[in-house]
C-alpha cells in the first residue's frame, strides 16, 4: 500500500459483508453503506460524547450493545443494527428519554424538525409505564438571542461541545447530577458569541429556542429556498425559509469547501432589511411612479445622444454577470466602484472563520472591471465628479448597510443627471432623476439568438438564456456539433457575441428502413405526418390500403368508427358493426349476441340473458363460470327446463317483463 493510501477493513453489516475505510466508526460507515442508524448526541462537526445511547447495535465481540458512534469498525467486525437485540436497546433508550419529557409538541418551536419526536414514532413505544411526577427543570433567558426550556432537555451536550470546541468560548455547561441534569451558563456569563446561534441548529430537541424565530412560524408551512449569505466574503451556504413572501430565518446549509455546518449570528440575524421601510421596490422618474417597462426607456433615453460624459459607479454586491454590462453601459465611460467600510477578521478554534470584507462579490467585480475599480477607478470617477465633469452617473447602489465615505455623497450629487439602482433609499438616491430597484439591475440588456432555417437539415434545437429571461432559439440546424452565436445587447445596440458550441441530436428512429432517420424523412419532406405525431404515415396502420393511415381516415370522416376503437368499421369483423337480432343493441356490446355468436346455441336471447342455468345465483350474462363452460364445451348445455323465463337459481323471477318469449 501507498503512502496516503487509505486501507481498507473487511466487516459483516446486516448479514453483507462489506468494506470501510480503516479507523472508521460503525454509525459513519453505516451511514456511508446507506443504513441508517439513529442518533441524538452525535454531530460530524463535534466530538464523539456517546453519551445518549440510542445509536446502540448488536456486535459479534460483545455480550451486550455497543455504541456505533464511537466503535470503530475492525476485521472480522460482525454489525447487527435490526436485530432484537438492539431494537429492544433503543426503545429501552426512548422509553427512558421520555419519562421526563414534556408532551408540549403542539406548542414547541421545534415541533415538524424534531429529532425526538420522530424517533419517538420510529424506536418509541406507544405509551409510557411511568406514573411519577415528571421532573421540573429551568425555562430562562441563557443569552440575548437564546432561550432554554430544560424540561426538554435530552442532556445530549452538543451545544455544550460547540461552545468548547467550535466557537470556543466555552459558556455552556451541565448542572446538577442524574435526572435533574441541564444544560445551563455559567452564572454571570451568558452565551453571547458570534457563533451562538448554531446551538439552536444542532440542538435534536426543543429545548434551545431562538428569540428571533420563537412562535414565528411552523416549519412544514415555510417555503425553503438554497442560498448564499451576502454579509461578507465568505459565502456562508444558507437556507433561506419564508412564509407567505416574508423571511422568517436563515439557517446554514452544509458545505464542507466553505462553511462546513455553521454560519455566524451577523449573517443570521441580519435580514430585516428586506422589509425595510425605506426599501426601493419600485421605479420612479423626477418623484412620480413609474412601471419597468417606462423606466428602462427613461434610461435607454438618459444614455442615447446627449448623454454627455458618463460615470458608472457600481457596488461589491453585484454579480459578474451585472458588472460585466454595468461596464458597457456607455463607451468610454469612467467606471468606478465604492464600498462599504471592512469590519473585522474573526477566527475560531474550530476552524471557522469571519470575512472583514463585508461585501459578497468584491473580488468578482474586479476581475470583470479590473483590480483598481474600487481604489484608482473610484478615485478617478469621484474626482471628476467633485469637479462637475460627469454628465450623466449611473449608480449602484445594493448594499444592505450602507457604510460609506460621506463626501461620496456629495460627490455624486454633482452630477447633471443621475439614474440610481438601488436597494434602500439614501442619500445618493436623494434628488436622482431616474430610481431602480437594485435587483433591476440587468434588465435593461436584452438577448437575440439567430434562428437558422435549413430545410434540408433534421437536428432540433431549443436553446435558452438563463441571463435575461428565455431567447427564442428553435430552429431546423444540421446535426452533429453546431456553434450557436448569442449575441447580448445593450441600449446603444452595441453588441457581445459569446459562441456556445452545442451538440444536436435527434431520435435516430428509422422506421421505414430507408436509412434516413423519421425525424429528418419529415423535416426533409421525404415523408408525410397526416396526424402530427412524429411518425410517417407509412409506418402507421393503414387496414383499408388506401394509404392513409387509419386515424386520419377517421378524422377526415373517410371512414366510420361506430365504436371508438380507432379502427375503421370496413376493417370490423361484420358481427362487431351490425345488429343481426334486431334487439337495438349492437353486436359489440350485445352480451346476448355474443353467447349466440360464440357458443353456436341458437338459444332465445331472454333466456340466455335472464335464467341462472348452473343454480350458482349468478345470471347467465355477467356469470363467468357458465360463459367459460358453455363457450369452451366444458360441460354439455343445461336441458332446456332450466332456461325458466326470467327465473334465477332462487327460484325469483326477474326481468319477465323484458324476457318474455322463453320456450
Known sequence: MSSGETSMVNWVLNGEAVQSPAGTTIFEAARALGVPIPNFCYHPGLSIAGNCRICMVES???????????????????????SPMAVEARNAVMEF?????????????????????????????????FDEDKNIRHTKELGPSIDIWGNRCIVCTRCVRFCDEVSGTGELCVVERGDRSVVDTFPTVPIDNPLAGNVVDICPVGALISKDFKFEARVWNMRK?????????????????????????????????VNTWWMCDEGR????????????????????????????????????????????LVDPFLTCEEAHLAGRLATGAIVGGWTSRDGTAQCFPGGFTISAEKAPNRVGVEAVLGDQVFSGGAAALKSALEKGEIDTLVVFAGFPHPDL?????????????????????????????????AEDAVCFATVSVPVPAVADNCGIAELTNDLTGTADASGVYQRGTTTITWTLTDI?????????????????????????????????????????????????????GNGVPDDCDIAASTSEDTNANGIPDE?????????????????????????????????????LDAADVNDDEALNLVDPIYLLLHIFASQAPPPAPHLGCGIDGNGVSIGCETFNACP
Not at 442560498?227 to 456562508?236: F, H, I, K, L, T
Not at 426607456?297 to 438618459?302: F, G, H, P, T, V
Not at 376493417?571 to 351490425?578: A, H, K, N
Open 269 to 312: 440575524y441580519d435580514y430585516r432589511y428586506d422589509l425595510a421601510d425605506d426599501r426601493v421596490t419600485s421605479c420612479s422618474l423626477d418623484g412620480n411612479p413609474i412601471d419597468d417597462g417606462t423606466a428602462h426607456q427613461a434610461l435607454a433615453d438618459m444614455l442615447g445622444e446627449g448623454a454627455g460624459r458618463v460615470g458608472v
Open 225 to 257: 429556498t438554497d442560498s448564499v449569505c451576502a454579509g461578507c466574503a465568505r459565502g456562508c451556504n444558507v437556507e433561506v425559509q419564508s412564509l407567505d413572501g416574508f423571511l422568517k430565518r436563515l439557517v446554514p446549509r452544509e458545505n464542507p469547501e
Open 571 to 607: 376493417c370490423e369483423p361484420e358481427f362487431i358493426r351490425g345488429d343481426a337480432n334486431g334487439n337495438g343493441s349492437l353486436e359489440f356490446v350485445d352480451g346476448i349476441f355474443l353467447l349466440q355468436y360464440l357458443t353456436g346455441t341458437g338459444a332465445t336471447p331472454g333466456c
Open 60 to 82: 459479534n465481540r460483545s455480550p451486550k450493545p455497543v455504541i456505533s458512534c464511537s466503535e470503530r469498525v475492525a476485521e472480522g467486525l460482525e454489525i447487527q443494527t435490526d
Open 405 to 437: 465615505d460621506p463626501s461620496w455623497a456629495g460627490a455624486i450629487g454633482k452630477a447633471k443627471r443621475r439614474a440610481v439602482f438601488t436597494l434602500r433609499a439614501g442619500a445618493w438616491s436623494e434628488g436622482a432623476d431616474l430610481v431602480l430597484p
Open 97 to 129: 428519554q421520555l419519562i421526563n419529557h414534556p408532551l408540549d409538541c403542539p406548542v414547541c418551536d421545534k415541533a415538524g424538525e424534531c429529532v425526538l419526536q420522530n424517533y419517538s414514532y420510529d424506536h418509541g413505544p406507544d405509551r409510557s409505564r
Open 492 to 544: 446603444h445596440g452595441n453588441t457581445v457575441s459569446a459562441l456556445q458550441s452545442v451538440t444536436i441530436t435527434v431520435d435516430e428512429t428509422d422506421c421505414n428502413g430507408n436509412g434516413t432517420p423519421d425525424v429528418c424523412d419529415l423535416a426533409d419532406g421525404a415523408s408525410v405526418d397526416c396526424n402530427l405525431d412524429g411518425i410517417p404515415d407509412e409506418c402507421q396502420t393503414d387496414c383499408n
